[in-house]
């Protein structure tokens, strides 16, 4: 062994005193230490032993399924009643046409998704759906209460639309605007 040769310092007289939370926090860890591993006797006890006293049932196998009887012959009530079942409608408070129209003019997403088509962005396929069902039922309401006059959209327009749909809705012949030569 090789020789130590002796400190002029001596180290500490004595055990040195803890502060409260360290001692707490040894205690602790040697709480966890002594709890280790599984509890004593584990692999001899009963699942299904008796607790406080009350015994318990054994656990059933979740194999054996319920024993709910089933049916041998399908019976026609139970399409009907799925039929009715899907059939009855959300009850949802009924509007006057006045209110539902202002309801729509006021809608954001309709205004939004309005502006979007405007500058000529591209609408997501429920978008679409959403707003050809909205647009066609103010359409509705405006038909419905008189605020959509048919005879002032066709005036409105410029005045070569009217000969533009007349042409669009003609059937074309263009054996009709040939010219062939008089060979007379």
Known sequence: MTRIKKARTPGRIGA???NRETAEQSRERKRKA?????????RHNVEGGTQGGKPQKPSQDPRLGSRKPVALVQEDNTREQAVVARARPVPTPQLTPEQELEALENNERLNTLLDRVEDGDKLSKEDKVWLDRTLARHQQLLEQLGLLDEDEEEGD???????WERFMDAELDPAQYREEEDKS
């Open 34 to 42: 002594k709890r280790k591993g599984l509890a004593p006797g584990s």
């Open 157 to 163: 327009g410029e005045p070569g639309d009217d000969l």
């Open 16 to 18: 040195r005193k803890e």
